[in-house]
């Protein structure tokens, strides 16, 4: 690796010197851009240092590209793994190096199912030109927002006069007092438990009593009179059963008869408010029972619930799907329900505010309301009992679906203190934090001992110019085009791009579409004319469930990776994307979709892609690697692919790397589809989470 000085993240240079550095390198980069072929990929790959990197980055992708993390999406690979991918096609020997500014002028890299959108971002950093394809149109117009330029002052400005305006209309109801001082302040968050009833009364059921653990001192809730202080021991009222109960206590002790959910109420009415947590200015952090002033603010905003005009409420109803099912399973048939009164306010307020907004304000302002609705609906729970977590929130998809707590967290989205979930935290993260590090990427080193420093590219920038045709897209650098739609049917030319870099659904992993109904209802009201926002969720690239037979997984894909064939250059072209899975018909379909559309693979390296404690393979013998797949229509692996007498299940790295073997050799044979699937099936001898 050549040497690019580190230096710290908070130690930034000015503004004028960031212009010309990435001028005057600019400049260097333009000069005699070549149309060779740069064939590294083919032949070798940098497996450890992607490793090194990858395992730290794992564990916070949203601090390595915070650009990148403006609104919520699924199952995002790391940035430097792609990062390295692209490196691999730089021409020039020098800007391959992973902390060397550029080295794609001159390129058009593509990715059809851009998800994320970690390929675009990280192709646009070295000077590519992109386009960037999903049938979902959150994908879109996160790219959008996040790479289009934008002042960060004039950002701050605009945010702080919409917030401010939110604020001056609902602040108070997510208003109470302090016990010590009677100071109104502001509400950080309200903890809610779950109303439920046996044959003979009614009870509210949350996780714990212990709400917050501060040193040796514990803030605990009283079962019997609902009080909260940090006495030891609960006083209980003789001969008389708790009206709060834990998720341990299963049955009543009285009637025997298990404790039931109100399914017949709306989800919303199904919770009881039992504390409030508050920071009074003079007394600090405190817990409070809710009083009557509490409750009448609750009671103002439900009165005013049914007045709040969202438009047809047809176009909230839960369809059935593999993640939304849950909520049907629960009686939740509308995605208004899983809200209170006061989040449905601010989310009515937010939309009416909107409509004075236009362009990339109005695109950053509507993508931030949109995704605090992860931190802000009765689906959160609360995990701020914990010592190192004190009021941290349990967000909507923490488990990549839908769950359902005894104790839910109300969030105050308008607190005017930066606080988990609020507004004002997801700008500095989000929009604030991200637009700094696009000026000025800063990427991790790690040495032979394990030392990380920081390293600025001067140079680069995670932002470009957007363009709508393949015309404008050649005539300049760092453009890129947002295609909405079926990557079935893309409009490119035939044999115009230089690579395809993609990170296809694993199978039936992760129903990202279906997870992003949440969201797309209200995106629809709140970014009403930036997106086409119904589609065809059938359509998507995932299968719902593992099939011997032909799904729509295999369908989809056979049909876009025939497409890509179509745009990619002859002889020079490549496409290289990631995969894992341990079904046997994953492995199938994604070969059998390959070989249909005529590729060949080239080579295939393994690279550490999940840390064990990852929210979706956890408690799971996960897989913690991807295969890194090079393939093309016209080209010859370095050696001939050789079956594997077996494949072992027991050691994720192995595993990959014999799935990457296999496939080569079934791509490079004459076996049918049906011989194809009982080959994996032969070799992989089921899952081991089974």
Not at 210 to 234: C, K, V, W
Request: proline share 5%; aromatic share 10%; charged share 25%.
């Amino acid at each position: 690796m050549s040497e690019y000085a580190p230096d710290s993240e908070t130690n930034l240079p000015h503004a004028g010197f960031i212009r010309e550095s990435r001028q005057m390198i600019l400049d260097e980069l333009t000069c005699g851009s070549s149309s060779e072929y740069s064939s590294s990929i083919d032949y070798n790959f940098p497996e450890q240092f992607v490793d090194d990197l990858s395992r730290q980055e794992v564990f916070n992708k949203h601090l390595f590209r915070p650009n990148t993390y403006l609104h919520k999406w699924w199952a995002r690979r790391c940035g430097s793994t792609f990062r390295t991918i692209l490196k691999q096609f730089a021409l020039d020997a020098g800007r391959s190096d992973y902390y060397a500014p550029g080295g794609l002028e001159g390129k058009t890299v593509l990715d059809p199912m851009m998800g994320g959108g970690t390929t675009l971002h990280e192709a646009i950093r070295l000077g590519a030109n992109v386009i960037g394809a999903d049938i979902d149109p959150i994908p879109i117009i996160q790219a959008r927002a996040s790479l289009s330029p934008a002042r960060l002052p004039d950002l701050r400005a605009v945010f702080d006069s919409f917030f401010a305006d939110l604020y001056g209309s609902l602040g108070h109801y997510y208003q109470t007092e302090c016990p010590t001082c009677s100071r109104t302040t502001d509400i950080q968050y309200t903890l809610h438990g779950m109303r439920k009833k046996c044959a003979c009364r009614g009870v509210v059921q949350i996780d714990q009593y212990a709400l917050r653990h501060e040193g040796e001192r514990q803030i605990r809730i009283n079962p019997y009179d609902l009080t909260i202080s940090d006495r030891q021991t609960i006083g209980c009222a003789r001969d008389n059963l708790p009206g709060l109960i834990t998720k341990a206590d299963k049955q009543c002790p009285a009637c025997g008869h298990k404790y039931a959910e109100l399914l017949d109420l709306p989800f919303y009415l199904r919770y009881e408010p039992i504390a409030i947590v508050a920071v009074c200015a003079e007394h600090g952090t405190f817990f409070r029972s809710p009083g009557e002033t509490d409750r009448a603010r609750i009671n103002q905003a439900d009165a005013q619930r049914h007045e709040l005009d969202f438009g047809t409420l047809s176009d909230f109803a839960v369809d059935d799907g593999p993640k939304s099912g849950d909520l049907l399973r629960h009686n939740i048939n509308s995605y208004l329900d899983v809200f209170s009164s006061r989040q449905l306010l601010y989310l009515h307020q937010a939309i009416q505010q909107l409509r004075d907004y236009t362009g990339i304000n109005k695109l950053n302002l509507g993508m931030l309301v949109s995704t605090s609705l992860e931190f802000n609906s009765m689906l959160c729970g609360y995990k701020g009992w914990y010592k190192r977590r004190p009021g941290a929130i349990r967000h909507v998809f923490a488990l990549h679906a839908y769950s359902f707590q005894y104790t839910a967290l109300e969030n105050n989205p308008l607190n005017p203190r930066k606080s988990s979930g609020n507004l004002q935290l997801l700008f500095h993260d989000r929009i604030e934090r991200g637009r700094k590090w696009a000026a000025l990427p800063i990427e991790r080193r790690i040495d032979e001992n394990g030392n990380k420093t920081l390293v600025k590219i001067p140079g680069e920038t995670d932002n470009g110019v957007e363009v709508f045709n393949q015309a404008e897209l050649s005539e300049g650098q760092r453009r890129f085009r947002l295609i909405q739609g079926d990557s079935q049917r893309l409009p490119i030319d035939s044999h115009s791009i230089d690579m395809v870099v993609t990170d296809p659904p694993y199978y039936d992993s992760v129903q990202y579409g279906n997870l992003a109904a949440f969201f797309r209802v209200w995106l629809t009201r709140l970014l009403p004319d930036e997106a086409e926002w119904r589609y065809d969720e059938t359509r998507s690239a995932v299968a719902v469930k593992a099939t011997d037979g032909v799904s729509s997984f295999m369908t989809a894909l056979t049909g876009i990776f025939a497409e890509c064939r179509r745009v990619l250059k002859r002889d020079s072209g490549r496409m290289v994307f990631t995969f894992h899975h341990w079904d046997a018909g994953a492995w199938a379909e994604l070969t059998i979709a390959l070989k249909d559309a005529g590729f060949r693979l080239i080579n295939a390296y393994v690279v550490y892609s999940e840390h064990p404690i990852s929210v979706h393979i956890r408690n799971l013998k996960s897989i913690r690697h991807d295969s890194v797949l090079v393939l093309a229509v016209d080209g010859t692996p370095p050696a001939p692919w050789a079956p594997p007498a077996d494949i072992d299940t027991s050691d994720s790295e192995t595993f990959c790397r014999q799935c990457g073997a296999t496939l080569g050799w079934l791509l490079d044979s004459k076996l049918a589809p049906s011989e194809i699937r009982a080959a994996w099936k032969n070799l992989i001898k089921g899952n081991p989470n089974d």
